[in-house]
């Protein structure tokens, strides 16, 4: 099958946040924003589409991981190597759990299932070494799942909530795993994207109500969408080099929003890309599904 390639001029900027590092973008449909990270400048974003009103708040950390919406309005935000309860009317944090130690990682990419359990992972602070780890948070308590990971990146749930995709980063594929809702438990990993003959780099994903899988390829300047069986049928070129993450938004969940990085980009780079790190958006090309929320 011959993929569809969206038109550049498709795209606009959203915020133009100018994010060393932009990730985790999530639409909370009950305060009408996208939320998202910057991890190097350790700041929690929010963006109203409503007024066009972009806020951002510092946190006291080296790496500010990625975040995750909860049953009562708050965030989880993950500094470091801890995942902390941020409150939503107060501004107040507090610690959850400390969900590894010992070893010179960070937590990155997580995602939260239809239980309200996250799932989290740990990735090698210098990007070579398979120090990391796959976690799943229920409450308070901390499950390690599997290890061997170099970077966690692009942790999704299939609609029908039987499939769990799963990303590293460097070592360049992306695996689906048969994953059992009431249990919480997966089962054998399948190999469901392979660029390790290539070295491109698999980042953030999301899935859409068809069963779709998004996902951001970090230093290679799109977003592609897989069918369930692993098939590209959609190409998004982008204006910036190094997209992140993406996610579904709007009421309708028919805007797609993209963060993304000015990491790694020389200065001449910088110069010809004005968009990197911006805020992206592209709309209807496809339908998303509302965020699980963390209990």
Same mark, same amino acid.
């Given at each position: 099958m011959t993929a569809r390639i969206i038109a550049a001029d498709r795209v606009e900027i959203a915020v133009p946040a100018g994010d060393v590092l932009g990730e985790t973008p999530l639409w909370c449909g009950r305060s009408g924003k996208l939320w998202w990270i910057d991890i190097d400048r350790q700041l929690h974003q929010s963006f109203d589409p409503a007024t066009g !009103? %972009? +806020?951002? *708040?510092h946190h006291d950390c080296r790496f500010l991981g990625s975040q995750a919406l909860t049953s009562d309005g708050a965030h989880i935000l993950a500094q470091d190597l801890s995942l902390f309860r941020r409150d939503a009317a107060s501004g107040l944090t507090s610690r959850l759990c400390e969900v590894e130690t010992g070893l010179d990682n960070r937590l990155n990419d997580g995602r939260v299932d239809a239980r309200g359990r996250l799932w989290i992972g740990t990735m090698d602070n +210098?990007? %070579? @070494? =398979?120090? $990391? !780890?796959?976690y799943r948070v229920d409450g308070g308590a901390v499950a390690r799942m599997f290890g061997d990971v170099i970077v966690t990146n692009g942790i999704a749930f299939s609609p029908d909530n039987r499939t769990l995709y799963f990303t590293d980063t460097r070592r360049y594929r992306t695996w689906s795993f048969d994953f059992d809702l009431d249990d919480g438990t997966i089962g054998d990993r399948k190999l469901f994207a392979d &660029? #390790? #003959?290539s070295g491109e780099r698999p980042d953030g994903a999301c899935v859409d109500v068809d069963g779709g899988l998004w996902t951001a390829f970090f230093s $290679?300047? @799109? *977003? *592609? @969408? &897989? @069918? =369930?069986d692993g098939r590209i049928d959609t190409i998004v070129p982008l204006p910036v080099t190094n997209p992140t993450c993406v996610c579904f938004g709007g009421n309708d969940y028919k805007t797609m929003f993209v963060t993304s990085a000015r990491k790694f980009l020389d200065t001449g780079q910088l110069s010809s890309e004005p968009e990197a790190g911006h805020l992206l958006a592209i709309d209807g090309l496809a339908q998303g599904l509302p965020e699980h929320r963390f209990m």
């Open positions: !009103a %972009h +806020e951002t *708040v +210098e990007l %070579h @070494r =398979p120090n $990391g !780890a796959l &660029y #390790a #003959a $290679g300047g @799109r *977003v *592609v @969408r &897989y @069918r =369930p």
